[in-house]
């Protein structure tokens, strides 16, 4: 299963209704389901976090940055390296309505031939490609 930054800042960072359903995402997959990442998950996971830290409405706090990275790193995710196939589907995939960073984690779910499991309002997936997508929608605006 590929999982994206969106949906993994939910699970380890919001106490609310949006990161009890990520949690709850996450926990109704199989025990030996592996979790992965592209590359550039690491760097969202970083940037996300701190926005929603500086925040002021987020109950997240700069000083639980370290703690909830160890969170993010318990969930055992692989980050792996993004191939040349992945940057150039994603490419093709970004030519619509996609975002270039949303378009890497279809690309790796298609050559993974596996589900992308996003909090992103629009699963990528399920409106380019023939990826399963496993997501929920999110407000406008969100």
């Not at 949906?7 to 926990?27: E, F, K, S, T």
């Not at 909830?68 to 318990?74: G, K, M, Q, V, W």
Request: proline content about 9%; cysteine-free.
């Amino acid at each position: 299963m590929i999982v994206d930054a969106s949906l993994v800042i939910d699970a380890v960072a919001d106490p609310g209704p949006r990161g009890v359903r990520a949690r709850g995402a996450l926990a109704a997959l199989p025990p030996a389901e592996p979790l992965a990442a592209p590359g550039h998950f690491a760097i969202e996971m970083m940037s996300g976090l701190n926005a929603a830290a500086h925040r002021l409405q987020h109950p997240l706090h700069p000083a639980e940055l370290a703690h909830t990275l160890a969170s993010a790193e318990a969930l055992g995710i692989t980050i792996e390296a993004t191939p040349w196939a992945d940057v150039q589907r994603a490419w093709t995939l970004a030519q619509g309505l996609l975002r270039y960073p949303d378009a890497i984690y279809v690309a790796a779910a298609e050559r993974h031939e596996t589900a992308l499991l996003t909090s992103d309002s629009q699963p990528p997936a399920a409106r380019v490609s023939g990826v399963r997508a496993r997501g929920r929608r999110r407000p406008s605006g969100g």
